[in-house]
């Protein structure tokens, strides 16, 4: 089986004209990198067809929702950034919501948090917001019709793929959970108990079913109808809350992007409730008075810096950022370069500012889960989308819904489900992020379209819970100011910090013992943990591309 596959990827890359896409080409028709190879062949396929970037983004989601059912989805939600080549940019939040039975203390038990609830089962579910978004992306700023961009997932879904040696592990990973819930168990676990095997052909029929209803009805074969009513279905078998009006109520929401500037660039981010951008935006304002390249890559100094302005974003990220649409976000306030530099007052090169003597500014435990996916498109036309896509955990909430083929997230994690309490990422969450019906959940997610003169220079972004915010900074400084490019951009060793816990996260032989020793004797701890997975897209002052592939995943990029 594993030769079918081989071949079938030859066959693929042959009639595409793949090539080892690190190298700088013109790629006529645009460039797709994703997390899966199938997907950004989905979205070169429609590039070659005519499609625009829009078109193929929507075609990359939903191919990821079928070829990588550990974070793509349909049960999920993300952001997609759009920059049009004539300059005009913008913003699509399909993030998940409360459902409108949801209440603050719904994960504590007799006077106890439970956090496990928000993270495993039916009560981690936030309303689905992926189909909506993609369905209204399309309608405002693609080309092609939803039939023709969704017919290529159709297809993987009913005939299947080949899973590859990592997709069948995740799934094998996770047999046991998914044993508990019997959609889950039906699609993600073999009859017979064995193992999935790499090479094995993956056929979902109920899912292609699915994407056929949203085929035929858009946004209603999803909300309404047959699916609607396994969603419900599902949730009234295991105590669930989402219903049917918080289905039909969903809507994504177009959202003008945050405006960050670093030299001759402009990076247009995902605003809130992505705390990605203001956190971007302030990290780079804390560090723009040195000079970066004379610190040096990855250099104790440089590390230090963005260590010390990496801490005091994500001690305003865990005060002031929630929904905009609940809670009133200071943003200008965050984004003031005068509160940002006094945010800095104390810093010092020499030694720490421990998290436990800074908290949030005035104005005048943690693990990474793998599943959040990102990809980066960029068309013939120069027109240029980044999308970070999620259901939270690894396979969300681990329940299918059964009878409909697709995972629902665990997105409540992402509430501060008790304001002052650490969730799954060691984020520690305020008032602004607790929970609330029909509320968005903050996310970390940080797709980012870098330009100079208007121009599409960098599409980036990545997955990895609270290390997104991180990993998305340094590829852009990594080639901004180190003049990487895009593929030593994104596997370049990154470093980590969140405020809370107070560890300066690096990445195995990421650091040199001497460099450790500096950063110890300032006083840092550290510890080594990887740092995100990004898929990046470069674009030279002629318009050549190229692109950044994480070595740290199993992702693809697809050009011709
Ligand atoms: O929106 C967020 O910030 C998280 N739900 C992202 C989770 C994630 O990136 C998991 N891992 N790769």
């Not at 030769?3 to 793949?18: E, M, P, S």
């Not at 645009?30 to 067809?49: C, D, F, T």
């Not at 980012?448 to 998305?472: E, F």
């Amino acid at each position: 089986m594993k030769y079918v596959l081989i071949g079938f990827l030859a066959f693929l890359f042959i009639q595409t004209g793949y090539s080892q896409s690190r190298s700088t080409q013109t790629y006529e028709y645009g460039l797709v990198v994703s997390a899966e190879v199938y997907a950004s062949e989905v979205g070169n396929k429609i590039l070659r067809q005519g499609g625009n970037a829009v078109d193929a983004a929507v075609a990359v989601q939903f191919a990821l929702a079928v070829t990588l059912p550990r974070a793509g989805n349909l049960g999920g939600g993300g952001f997609m950034v759009i920059q049009l080549e004539n300059g005009t940019s913008t913003s699509l939040d399909f993030r998940e919501t409360a459902p409108s039975r949801a209440s603050r203390n719904m994960y504590v038990r007799n006077g106890e948090f439970k956090p496990e609830l928000s993270w495993e089962g039916i009560l981690a579910v936030g309303v689905p917001g992926t189909v909506d978004g993609m369905v209204t992306a399309l309608e405002r700023y693609g080309r092609m019709p939803l039939e023709l961009v969704l017919q290529p997932a159709i297809d993987l879904a009913k005939n299947g793929y080949y899973l590859s040696y990592s997709q069948a592990g995740s799934l094998n990973n996770y047999k046991d959970t998914f044993s508990k819930y019997e959609g889950s168990k039906k699609y993600y676990t073999k009859e017979n108990g064995e193992l999935f095997k790499e090479g094995d052909l993956f056929v979902q029929k109920d899912l292609a079913e699915v994407l056929e209803q949203i085929s035929k009805y858009g946004r209603d074969g999803f909300y309404s109808g047959s699916v609607a009513d396994a969603i419900v279905t599902e949730m009234k078998k295991k105590n669930g809350l989402i219903t049917y009006s918080d289905l039909k109520n969903y809507r994504s929401k177009w959202r003008a992007p945050v405006k960050a500037k670093f030299q001759d660039y402009e990076l247009t981010i995902m605003p809130p409730p992505s705390s990605g951008s203001i956190a971007v935006a302030q990290i780079l304002d804390m560090m723009d008075d040195y000079s970066l390249a004379e610190l040096g890559h990855n250099s104790a100094a440089y590390v230090h810096l963005m260590a010390e302005a990496m801490r005091r974003a994500f001690a305003d990220r865990s005060y002031y950022l929630g929904d905009p649409d609940f809670y009133d976000v200071p943003k200008q306030d965050l984004l003031n370069p005068n509160y940002n530099n006094a945010r800095m007052i104390g810093f010092s090169m020499d030694t720490v500012t421990s998290s436990s003597s800074l908290s949030h500014g005035e104005f005048s435990n943690n693990y990474e889960s793998d599943e959040t996916t990102h990809f980066s498109v960029v068309d013939k036309d120069g027109n240029a989308v980044a999308v970070t896509t999620t259901l939270n955990g690894s396979f969300g909430s681990k329940v299918a819904v059964d009878g409909a083929g697709f995972l629902l997230n665990n997105e409540m994690d992402d509430f501060s489900a008790q304001p002052g309490e650490p969730n799954a990422y060691g984020l520690i969450g305020g008032e602004a992020n607790a929970i609330e019906p029909g509320k968005r959940m903050l996310s970390s997610m940080t797709p980012t379209i870098v330009t100079k003169d208007g121009k599409v220079r960098m599409v980036l972004g990545a997955a990895g819970g609270p290390r997104i915010i991180t990993a998305t900074l340094q590829s852009f400084l990594n080639m901004a100011v180190f003049g990487m490019n895009a593929q030593e951009a994104i596997a370049a060793n990154r470093i980590h910090h969140q405020w809370l816990p107070d560890i300066l996260f690096y990445e195995n032989y990421g650091l040199s013992p001497d460099t450790i020793r500096l950063l110890e004797e300032k006083g840092h701890q550290l510890r080594t943990m990887s740092i995100a997975r990004g898929h990046i897209i470069y674009v030279d002052q002629d318009g050549n591309k190229s692109s950044g592939v994480d070595p740290r995943g199993d992702g693809h990029a697809a050009g011709y």
